[in-house]
Antibody, heavy 120, light 106 residues
Framework: QVQLQQWGAGLLKPSETLSLTCAVY????????WSWIRQSPGKGLEWIGE???????NFNPSLKSRVTISIDTSKNQFSLRLTSLTAADTAMYFC??????????????WGQGTLVTVSS | DIQMTQSPSSLSASIGDRVTITCRASQSVSTYLNWYQQKPGKAPKLLIYAASSLQSGVPSRFSGSGSGTDFTLTITTLQPEDFGTYSCQQSFSPPWTFGQGTKVAI
């Protein structure tokens, strides 16, 4: 049973940098992409980006200039940094595993979510 | 980007009802379409993958169909625990995109 547990700061000011980490417990770390997804209040889900075990990453073009995703295979952890925050970045942030066995696969499982609020 | 549009945005149904949610893609995604259920304040849960395959542990009252641009999620006999928001997601090409969600109220 694979479990994802995430953590990071929940209250940030405009222009600051968001930093979240997700730890993976159980299962293979090397056969998947590890993603970050967010959900603004009352809105749909937005894929931010992903990384695999050898560091290959993909990003949503809408956020690419502000996003860094890194991986620590020794700890089975991956992290998200999002710079130059504005109020529009206020959202629940989730980490998730994406398989590649059927083209783009699917997101399962997910972390518990971290509510990030950007406010002065 | 492939745009995903769900309808309706919300619905209210009674226990035992048959519920149908529609998802339309802005271009063909073949059968690379997944469905998720989300409860308030919780992470989404995978229900259906590859348009019609039921995820392990998901009750058989949930089913998915469709291909190309038009997809359907059906709940045959609505149960009290089925309230929540349902979202579709295409896995045909990145960036991976989701529908805006359909809120189901009991």
């Amino acid at each position: 049973q694979v479990q994802l547990q995430q953590w990071g700061a929940g209250l940030l000011k405009p222009s600051e940098t968001l930093s979240l980490t997700c730890a993976v417990y159980g299962g293979s770390f090397s056969d998947y992409y590890w993603s970050w997804i967010r959900q603004s209040p009352g809105k749909g889900l937005e894929w931010i980006g992903e990384i695999n075990h050898d560091g290959s990453s993909n990003f949503n073009p809408s956020l690419k200039s502000r996003v860094t995703i890194s991986i620590d295979t020794s700890k089975n952890q991956f992290s998200l940094r999002l710079t130059s925050l504005t109020a529009a970045d206020t959202a629940m942030y989730f980490c998730a595993r994406r398989g590649t066995q059927y083209r783009g696969g699917w997101f399962d499982p997910w972390g518990q979510g971290t509510l990030v609020t950007v406010s002065s | 980007d492939i745009q995903m549009t769900q309808s309706p945005s919300s619905l209210s149904a009674s226990i035992g009802d048959r519920v149908t949610i529609t998802c339309r893609a802005s271009q063909s995604v073949s059968t690379y379409l997944n469905w998720y259920q989300q409860k308030p304040g919780k992470a989404p849960k995978l229900l259906i993958y590859a348009a019609s395959s039921l995820q392990s542990g998901v009750p058989s009252r949930f089913s998915g169909s469709g291909s190309g641009t038009d997809f359907t999620l059906t709940i045959t006999t609505l149960q009290p625990e089925d309230f929540g928001t349902y979202s579709c997601q295409q896995s045909f090409s990145p960036p991976w995109t989701f529908g805006q969600g359909t809120k189901v109220a009991i």
